[in-house]
Structure formats: C-alpha cells, structure tokens
C-alpha cells in the first residue's frame, strides 16, 4: 500500500508563485509514474505534470500539459520519496484543487496521463489564483 501526503499551496495573486509537495510511503516499488493533476469545479479531473521514476534508462522524463509547460516544474526525489510542483507566473485559470498521484504506469503512459491509471492519489490542496 501506498500513502500520498501532500503539504503548501493557498491562495496568491496573479503572477505569484506556490509549491506544492508531496510525501510518499508505502511501497516504493509499486509504483513508476508520479504526477499532478487539478480539478476545477464543473470541470474533469485534468493531468498537469508528471515525472517517470521507473528504474531504467527513462528515469526523471516529464510530462507537462500546454497551460503548463514554461510555468511550472516538477521534481522528485529519489531519497525522501517527495514529489514537488513548483508553479510560477500562476494564472486565475490555475485555480482549482491539486492532487498528487501515483501509480504502475510505463514510460508511454505516464507521458498521456489518464487519472484512472493512477491507484494511489493524496487528499488534495486547494489553489486558488486571483487576478
């Protein structure tokens, strides 16, 4: 079994900046593919970021989504099984509640997240951006 803790986030205005992180116990090895996704009210549940920690070649290959890429970083280390989101220049549209997850995926679908291929996800973390 696996537990996802997750910690920061808030509330900040237009062009801030917020960390999220995200504390992993459990077993470690069953999972391959770490990610972020957020939920908006009326809206489905969408994959931002996610990082491949499989134990190949591929290790540390990300995913971001378009309203991602060039704002926000995701990290994750190796030694206290801590996933990070670090999100820069946050938009209104940023608004919505945060969920880390994780789960048994290879390298092609960690790169195409699909929240139901995730098994282990953490409580959630409001995020709220105003203009």
């Known amino acids: 079994q696996v537990q996802l803790v997750q910690s920061g986030g808030g509330s900040v205005q237009a062009g801030g900046s917020l960390r999220l992180s995200c504390a992993a116990s459990?077993?470690?090895?069953?999972?391959?593919?770490m990610g972020w996704f957020r939920q908006a009210p009326g809206k489905e549940r969408e994959g931002v970021a996610t990082?491949?920690?499989?134990?190949?070649?591929?290790?540390?290959?990300?995913y971001y989504s378009d309203s991602a890429k060039g704002r926000f970083t995701i990290s994750q280390d190796n030694t206290t099984y801590t996933l990070d989101l670090q999100m820069d220049n946050l938009k209104p549209d940023d608004t919505a509640v945060y969920f880390c997850?994780?789960?048994?995926?290879?390298?092609?679908?960690?790169?195409?997240?699909?929240?139901?291929?995730?098994?282990?996800w953490g409580q959630g973390t409001q995020i709220t951006v105003s203009s």
């Open positions: 997850a994780a789960g048994p995926l290879l390298l092609f679908d960690c790169r195409r997240p699909r929240s139901g291929a995730f098994a282990y």
């Open positions: 990082i491949y920690i499989g134990y190949d070649r591929n290790y540390g290959s990300t």
């Open positions: 459990g077993n470690s090895l069953s999972y391959k593919c």
